[in-house]
């Protein structure tokens, strides 16, 4: 069992920045991809970046591609989504996901946060 808290969502202005962060708990953080998926008010969930267990391969949706960065510390068991360049219409709340299969745009994971909300103001 994995048990994943999110933390770091709040208000900011167009074009600011926020880190989130998810901490994860047990002893086999490694061993799981790590992604951070979004849903904003009256839309599906999206993904929106991931990376593999090593941290050494990393993916994300075209919307964010160059304004956001995933990456990991596998000795904190947590995983970071830095977000520069903020828009409104990024806001949503932010989840982040494990899985033990590898990284997938869908949200097959198989564990999940409860979420920390971002909203961004014009």
């Known amino acids: 069992q994995v048990q994943l808290v999110e933390s770091g969502g709040g208000l900011v202005q167009a074009g600011g920045s926020l880190r989130l962060s998810c901490a994860a708990s047990?002893?086999?953080?490694?061993?799981?991809?790590m992604a951070w998926f979004r849903r904003a008010p009256g839309k599906e969930r999206e993904f929106v970046a991931g990376?593999?267990?090593?941290?050494?391969?990393?993916y994300s949706a075209d919307s964010v591609l160059g304004r956001f960065t995933i990456s990991r510390d596998n000795a904190k068991n947590t995983v970071y989504l830095q977000m520069n360049s903020l828009k409104p219409e990024d806001t949503a709340v932010y989840y982040c996901?494990?899985?033990?299969?590898?990284?997938?745009?869908?949200?097959?994971?198989?564990?999940w946060g409860q979420g920390t909300q971002v909203t961004v103001s014009s």
């Open positions: 996901a494990a899985n033990r299969n590898g990284v997938l745009r869908t949200p097959e994971y198989d564990y």
């Open positions: 047990g002893r086999t953080f490694s061993r799981y991809a």
């Open positions: 990376l593999n267990g090593s941290g050494d391969r990393r």
